[in-house]
T-cell receptor, first 114, second 113 residues
């Protein structure tokens, strides 16, 4: 079945450090890929998406590129801020008949210190 | 205005009880979902409804019964609560099942003692 694997957390960084959170996936067909973010005490919000190979999703300084050859969708940000502290989820929606179903990774907790 | 709202925000109850969680969305979306997030933050879909019709049922115990009185509401009723049901339950909605973005509610933290 479909699955998403994220790097183990938690990740702790100083402000302005470079961030990478690794994400790899297994899916049949051509999935769409997403990063969702969950701030403390809130529900998830879509951060960025990519719907086909080599697409780059970007938002709020975060970027991720859909790499079909390595089945990866790593999240990066050049300079993190304290306000980026949150849980980050990589997710996929398989193509075809998987109507509405998102498969999530296990989440990566990011803490950014001043 | 809150797009996806859930009530209650916190729910503490004893094993064996029956409880309900309510969800409403004011986005005009056709599709709604219930997700369960365990203590390790792992998030898994439970149910999906499209315009009041059940679309996804992810091998959830039949003690869990979703009810959609109209397309703006999707409630979750849980019978005979067990300790393992303790989790955060999120409701979400999307324009339809092919939409890229799902909008999540703030979650309901259920604690079974």
């Amino acid at each position: 079945g479909d699955s998403v694997t994220q790097m183990e957390g938690p990740v702790t960084l100083s402000e302005e450090a470079f961030l990478t959170i690794n994400c790899t996936y297994t899916a049949t067909g051509y999935p769409s890929l997403f990063w969702y973010v969950q701030y403390p005490g809130e529900g998830l919000q879509l951060l960025l998406k990519a719907t086909k190979a080599d697409d780059k999703g970007s938002n709020k300084g975060f970027e991720a590129t859909y790499r079909k050859e390595t089945t990866s969708f790593h999240l990066e940000k050049g300079s993190v801020q304290v306000s980026d502290s949150a849980v980050y989820f990589c997710a996929l929606r398989a193509g075809g008949t998987s109507y509405g179903k998102l498969t999530f990774g296990q989440g990566t907790i990011l803490t950014v210190h001043p | 205005d809150t797009a996806v709202s859930q009530t209650p925000k916190y729910l503490v109850t004893q094993m064996g009880n029956d409880k309900s969680i309510k969800c409403e969305q004011n986005l005009g979306h056709d599709t709604m979902y219930w997700y369960k997030q365990d203590s390790k933050k792992f998030l898994k879909i439970m149910f999906s409804y499209n315009n009041k019709e059940l679309i996804i049922n992810e091998t959830v115990p039949n003690r869990f019964s979703p009810k959609s009185p109209d397309k703006a509401h999707l409630n979750l009723h849980i019978n005979s609560l067990e300790l393992g049901d303790s989790a955060v339950y999120f409701c979400a909605s999307s324009r339809d099942g092919y939409s890229y973005e799902q909008y999540f509610g703030p979650g309901t933290r259920l604690t079974v003692t």
